[in-house]
């Protein structure tokens, strides 16, 4: 496929929203390609932004430590001043007060321009430019920052690969020419071109459908595991924080942090009952957002491919011992399930024969979404998929109930051996009280 000449590349505001906010910085000629950065600590100290005529701060003296490579959620209701937050620290929005470490670098009082070197921003809707193609997005801000011509070349190729679109494929296309969810995987692919340590998201994945928004969210998952990035992430979705996060802040009114702590002790463990009421009913069932589909045992069933002679596909069946095959396509995905009815009314094609396979789950989803899709299949089953769709495995409802029922007793066990802590604790002040009381009746 040649490649699409590339347009003059316009000096765009840095601060324009999902633009080269990325992290762009200065055009000083860059050495030989550094090795790939992990992700940097970040401290917020009395963080505070107060707008002109307004009596109270929009965000009041936050303080909290990020820790590198780890990935913390901002959830909150509308207008706490979550994104507020996030944005200070890459100085989008200009803090009133308080400081900004990164890896303990104060980064208050630097150019802003050259901050954003560092911090990758990803938002709401993609924010590409329209007028550029899917390479040269990308590309702009390596060469923004000085890449040579090859490095930025082979970093877009890299980088589409690594959020899961064909190089060749998707190398000339324009934004229109995408749907919403490629646009926020060339989103994401942008604001981590320059390889940065920081990655903030902002809501990326609000504006699209349920299930595109899961496999955004498993392939951010499959990316910080290959990456290692420090990600802030704002959502209002409490399911999401719960899938996504290593640590999730529940913030309150002017960002007062609620509860700061790992989505199983939230779930547990609630501070308040502000936080109660974002975890909401059902925290055993949410905590099936806390497992993944690799963390349990997958099943198998045969497979046979579209290319296969229906006769093979009849002796595989009859060999297999079961009722069921998952025919795959030619890069291997799955394609439809066949069944032996299905197989007989073929005659001689497989054109009309079997059911399309409507949803599948990759080994970075929860077994909440593995859950979903399961229950909406009347087979009781869904298949799993690797990076490219390629299929894996099986997980069935068997499986699911099972992890199900484990986490239920889990829970049962902690909170017996809670009331056995506390009862412990009682009577230990019980027991302090009284011989109290008898050292004094002694001294008397």
């Not at 229950?375 to 390629?390: C, H, K, M, Q, S």
């Amino acid at each position: 496929m040649s490649e699409t000449p590339e347009r003059p590349v316009p000096s765009p505001d840095p601060r324009a929203p999902g633009a080269v906010a990325d992290q762009a910085g200065s055009t000083a000629t860059s050495p030989a390609a550094p090795a790939a950065a992990s992700g940097a600590t970040i401290e917020l100290e009395n963080l505070t932004k107060r707008y002109p005529g307004s009596a109270e701060p929009a965000v009041d003296s936050v303080s909290m430590e990020i820790k590198a490579g780890e990935t913390v959620i901002f959830v909150g209701p509308s207008g706490c001043g979550k994104s507020t937050t996030l944005k200070m620290i890459n100085r989008l929005i200009e803090p009133t007060g308080g400081r900004i470490r990164i890896d303990g670098e104060d980064v208050t009082d630097i150019d802003p321009v050259k901050l954003r070197r560092k911090v990758g921003y990803a938002i709401q809707s993609s924010g590409l430019f329209p007028h550029m193609t899917v390479a040269q997005n990308i590309a702009l801000v390596p060469r923004m920052v000085g890449w040579g011509k090859a490095r930025v070349k082979e970093r877009v190729e890299e980088m589409l690969e690594l959020v899961g679109l064909d190089p060749g494929e998707f190398h000339g296309r324009y934004p229109r020419q995408l749907s919403g969810g490629q646009q926020q995987r060339v989103g994401v692919a942008r604001a981590l071109a320059a390889d940065p340590p920081v990655l903030l998201m902002d809501e990326p994945f609000g504006a699209v459908d349920p299930i595109t928004r899961d496999h955004l969210q498993d392939e951010l998952i499959r990316l910080q595991h290959e990456l290692h990035k420090t990600i802030v992430f704002v959502t209002h979705d409490f399911d999401e924080a719960i899938k996504l996060g290593d640590r999730i802040a529940v913030l309150r009114e002017r960002s007062h942090i609620a509860q700061f702590d790992t989505p199983e002790a939230i779930l547990t463990n609630p501070a308040d009952d502000f936080v109660s009421g974002f975890v909401g009913a059902g925290a055993a069932l949410k905590r099936l957002n806390l497992t993944r589909v690799r963390d349990v045992e997958m099943a198998d069933v045969p497979t046979v491919t579209i290319d296969d002679p229906l006769q093979d596909i009849f002796t595989k069946l009859r060999a297999s011992g079961t009722n069921e095959l998952l025919l795959l396509d030619k890069r291997g995905r799955p394609y439809k399930w066949l069944r032996r009815g299905d197989l007989m009314r073929a005659k001689g094609s497989l054109a009309r024969a079997g059911t399309l396979v409507h949803d599948t789950v990759t080994r970075d989803a929860t077994l909440r979404d593995a859950l979903e899709a399961v229950l909406t299949d009347n087979a009781g089953r869904v298949a799993v998929t690797g990076r490219r769709g390629e299929y894996t495995g099986v997980v069935d409802m068997e499986t699911l109930m099972n992890s199900v029922h484990e986490m239920l007793e889990a829970d049962r066990l902690d909170a017996l051996e809670h009331q056995h802590e506390l009862e412990e604790q009682r009577a230990r002040l019980t027991r302090k009280e009284q011989e109290g009381d008898g050292g004094g009746e002694a001294k008397a």
